[in-house]
């Protein structure tokens, strides 16, 4: 069931999620079609979520952006940034001294390498921030190597949270403490609780099929309807968990499951590639750990069991579902 | 990526290998599915090359006991000179290599039938004789073939109404070389709406030809008219009649009839699926590989080509995935997983994929929902009045196996 709904103010509207946006060329979206959008999110009693570019709007679009109840996602970059519910780095240098606010939640978009080789950089943010969120931007890239690399990495952030949590501070990092917190799968929900309104008045899965432009992967299939027209997913029972083999099984509850990425790597919504699969049960195995590591400091999430399993691909123990 | 596909030796289990030597043919079927035939794509000899080289040095990704190598076209037997050149070093790799598949090998033909007289077809037949199954399709009596199995033009084209020029003699004329060479072999016949009436004649032509196994499906695709089950449905059980009253049954098959169809099936214990796609690899001529020829763009009316890899770079195993983890359930909707007559209701992934509202290979075509009622209403008429026939003449139900011919077909994709 649809909740939210992702309203894309500009053609350079910042990526928060793997994929990069490919549009470089400034397009609002028109007065006319915020407001149609607004009253379609209204309609259906969906909560929107603007997504901003660098640029400040122009002042004629304030009125209507406030004229419902909102969410903000802006880059690090736009000039309005301490008015954001969603601050994004799409670049970690953007991080160094950077004034932190509480109750917000930010997101790091960062490739491997940059991950790899910023990983103090990260730790030392973790603290300042209520909920950090890292998002990888080229997981489909991870080799075996990486797998290790990105093990120790998740390590090192794992002692950081366990002498915070120690120290009675409960800051959250997605990779790590989304897991302990989690009895289900919660994963980014593209067409299926959220649609995205796109610069150009049509509905999308998600801002990467309008974003993006590879030939692969884009299809027609992913434009989900219009204004006029309203929504319409094409394939929509694909989109929901009952229907993607590997993941209705699995436990990895934090993972994005990005749709996209999907698409991208195996060609189908989906499926997840091995390596999207890898790398989110290299985070709740850690995860699983710290829950043990912190309940050594004290009580905390009675409740909460995470199995220890001997995979990290689900695809390789099929058979045995 | 580690090899975490094939990570076993899979007992009795087969590989299909399929080269695509030729998106030509002599002929302009009209229910023919592969909508971009053309004269111009022929397997490069270098690019089979290095899809063997590929295949034969990556044994720990084909673990399969052993291998069948299908060459298909338009007509494969277009290229016989690349196919003895290719099947040469396929055999010699495989001993140089010491891999497990020599002398576990088969190389299979699906043919048109008009070249298999030809000097070098029958020089390669005399060769690889041993490891070789050659299927030639002829669709039943004169009428019935040479309504879709029609000539192309000279230059390549379907022809006109008026100028459509059958090819049963070009390929009955064939029919006793191939059954002595290949004696027991089985046809494939394909029924689309237009031949419907043709079923029962047909089948009993095969038979006159001294062709005892006939296999027969009806395409996949949404091409059935309103009324077409009915009339299917009239002609299936008058070759039930036929068969059982002219005691066909000892000796021959039609894979139309068989015992194990139109049962519920089992949402847990029966949810794999049918068809093979993505456990079979295809190349073509521009070195891409595919889970299946069904997935190549000559094959697709209304998708993109479904490629997993190539000769250069392999195969990108993560877009087998979806293949490798699709059931029965989840690509099925939910009046077919309710389905009381689901048993033997067959697809293809490929025509799946091509129907589908968005590319994906999770969206079941049910274009023959009604032709598989037809189809499992006329099994019953069958296999009743055949166990009656047997009672009355003394044979039990569990004597009747020894008296009743029984396909071993799997539906074709």
């Known amino acids: 069931m649809l909740q939210y709904l992702m309203i894309l103010l500009d053609d350079t509207s910042t990526s928060y999620c793997h994929y990069n946006n490919k549009k470089s060329e400034s397009k609002l979206i028109s007065i006319e079609d915020l407001k149609a959008g607004i009253f379609f999110g209204m309609t259906e009693n969906l909560m929107i979520q603007y997504v901003y570019p660098s640029h400040a709007l122009p002042a004629e679009y304030e009125d209507v952006l406030e004229s419902i109840d909102h969410s903000k996602i802006m880059p690090a970059d736009n000039p309005n940034v301490d008015e954001a519910d969603v601050v994004v780095f799409n670049d970690w240098k953007q991080m160094e001294g950077f004034s932190y606010s509480e109750g917000v939640s930010y997101v790091l978009r960062i490739n491997k390498s940059d991950l790899f080789?910023?990983?103090?950089?990260?730790?030392?943010?973790?603290?300042?921030?209520?909920?950090?969120?890292?998002?990888?931007?080229?997981?489909?890239?991870?080799?075996?190597?990486?797998?290790?690399?990105?093990?120790?990495?998740?390590?090192?952030?794992?002692?950081?949270?366990?002498?915070?949590?120690?120290?009675?501070?409960?800051?959250?990092?997605?990779?790590?403490?989304?897991?302990?917190?989690?009895?289900?799968?919660?994963?980014?929900?593209?067409?299926?609780?959220?649609?995205?309104?796109?610069?150009?008045?049509?509905?999308?899965?998600?801002?990467?099929?309008?974003?993006?432009?590879?030939?692969?992967?884009?299809?027609?299939?992913?434009?989900?309807?219009?204004?006029?027209?309203?929504?319409?997913?094409?394939?929509?029972?694909?989109?929901?968990?009952?229907?993607?083999?590997?993941?209705?099984?699995?436990?990895?509850?934090?993972?994005?499951?990005?749709?996209?990425?999907?698409?991208?790597?195996?060609?189908?919504?989906?499926?997840?590639?091995?390596?999207?699969?890898?790398?989110?049960?290299?985070?709740?195995?850690?995860?699983?750990?710290?829950?043990?590591?912190?309940?050594?400091?004290?009580?905390?999430?009675?409740?909460?069991?995470?199995?220890?399993?001997?995979?990290?691909?689900?695809?390789d123990v099929k058979e045995e579902w | 990526m580690s090899d975490y596909i094939y990570s076993y030796r899979e007992s009795g289990s087969s590989k299909n290998i399929t080269f695509i030597v030729t998106k030509d043919c002599q002929l302009a079927c009209k229910y023919c599915y592969l909508v971009g035939k053309n004269a111009k794509e022929r397997l490069p000899w270098e690019v089979a090359k290095k899809a063997i080289d590929y295949v034969l040095n990556h044994e720990q990704d084909f673990q399969e006991e052993s291998v069948v190598w299908d060459f298909i076209g338009g007509e494969p037997f277009l290229e016989i000179d690349l196919i003895d050149k290719i099947c040469d070093y396929i055999k010699t790799e495989m001993f140089r290599l010491n891999h497990h598949w020599f002398n576990s090998f088969r190389f299979n033909f699906s043919t048109n039938g008009i070249n298999y007289d030809s000097q070098k077809v029958q020089e390669f037949i005399k060769k690889n004789r041993q490891h070789l199954s050659i299927g030639i399709t002829i669709d039943g009596t004169r009428e019935k073939h040479d309504l879709n199995r029609i000539w192309k033009t000279k230059d390549g084209f379907s022809p006109k109404p008026e100028e459509e020029k059958g090819s049963y003699n070009d390929v009955v004329r064939n029919i006793p070389l191939w059954q002595e060479q290949f004696p027991g072999t089985g046809t494939k016949v394909t029924i689309s709406s237009a031949d419907i009436k043709y079923i029962k004649e047909s089948v009993l032509h095969l038979y006159s030809?001294?062709?005892?196994?006939?296999?027969?499906?009806?395409?996949?695709?949404?091409?059935?008219?309103?009324?077409?089950?009915?009339?299917?449905?009239?002609?299936?059980?008058?070759?039930?009649?036929?068969?059982?009253?002219?005691?066909?049954?000892?000796?021959?098959?039609?894979?139309?009839?068989?015992?194990?169809?139109?049962?519920?099936?089992?949402?847990?214990?029966?949810?794999?699926?049918?068809?093979?796609?993505?456990?079979?690899?295809?190349?073509?001529?521009?070195?891409?590989?595919?889970?299946?020829?069904?997935?190549?763009?000559?094959?697709?009316?209304?998708?993109?080509?479904?490629?997993?890899?190539?000769?250069?770079?392999?195969?990108?195993?993560?877009?087998?995935?979806?293949?490798?983890?699709?059931?029965?359930?989840?690509?099925?909707?939910?009046?077919?997983?309710?389905?009381?007559?689901?048993?033997?209701?067959?697809?293809?992934?490929?025509?799946?994929?091509?129907?589908?509202?968005?590319?994906?290979?999770?969206?079941?075509?049910?274009?023959?929902?009604?032709?598989?009622?037809?189809?499992?209403?006329?099994?019953?008429?069958?296999?009743?009045?055949?166990?009656?026939?047997?009672?009355?003449?003394?044979?039990?139900?569990?004597?009747?196996?020894?008296?009743?011919?029984?396909?071993?077909?799997?539906?074709?994709?």
């Open chain 2, 209 to 413: 030809l001294g062709i005892h196994e006939v296999n027969i499906n009806v395409v996949f695709e949404d091409v059935w008219e309103e009324g077409d089950d009915k009339k299917f449905e009239e002609q299936l059980i008058q070759l039930a009649d036929a068969i059982i009253d002219g005691e066909f049954y000892t000796d021959y098959t039609c894979s139309f009839f068989s015992e194990n169809l139109g049962k519920p099936l089992d949402k847990k214990l029966q949810n794999q699926n049918w068809c093979g796609a993505g456990r079979m690899l295809a190349v073509d001529a521009a070195g891409n590989f595919y889970p299946c020829t069904r997935f190549a763009q000559y094959s697709l009316r209304d998708k993109k080509a479904w490629i997993i890899g190539n000769v250069h770079d392999g195969i990108d195993k993560n877009k087998l995935r979806p293949f490798l983890t699709l059931d029965r359930c989840t690509q099925s909707k939910q009046e077919c997983i309710d389905c009381e007559v689901a048993e033997g209701c067959a697809w293809c992934q490929g025509e799946n994929y091509d129907a589908a509202e968005s590319p994906t290979v999770f969206e079941r075509s049910t274009a023959i929902c009604k032709m598989h009622k037809a189809r499992v209403r006329a099994n019953n008429y069958y296999w009743n009045k055949l166990y009656r026939k047997l009672e009355l003449e003394g044979i039990a139900r569990e004597e009747a196996d020894k008296h009743v011919k029984k396909s071993n077909f799997q539906e074709p994709c």
């Open chain 1, 117 to 315: 080789e910023q990983k103090v950089l990260i730790a030392d943010t973790i603290e300042k921030t209520t909920k950090l969120n890292v998002v990888i931007t080229d997981v489909e890239s991870f080799c075996d190597e990486d797998f290790d690399t990105y093990k120790g990495v998740l390590q090192l952030w794992s002692e950081k949270l366990e002498k915070l949590y120690a120290e009675g501070k409960s800051p959250l990092l997605n990779l790590l403490t989304d897991r302990m917190q989690l009895e289900e799968m919660n994963n980014c929900g593209a067409g299926e609780s959220n649609i995205t309104l796109a610069p150009d008045g049509k509905f999308y899965v998600c801002p990467a099929f309008y974003q993006t432009n590879s030939d692969t992967i884009i299809s027609p299939a992913f434009k989900a309807g219009s204004l006029e027209e309203g929504v319409h997913v094409k394939s929509s029972q694909l989109y929901k968990l009952d229907h993607a083999p590997l993941c209705r099984k699995c436990d990895a509850f934090h993972c994005r499951r990005c749709v996209w990425l999907n698409r991208k790597t195996t060609l189908e919504v989906n499926t997840p590639s091995h390596e999207q699969c890898v790398v989110a049960h290299l985070e709740r195995n850690p995860s699983r750990q710290l829950l043990e590591n912190i309940r050594k400091h004290g009580q905390f999430l009675t409740q909460q069991e995470i199995k220890e399993i001997d995979y990290l691909d689900p695809f």
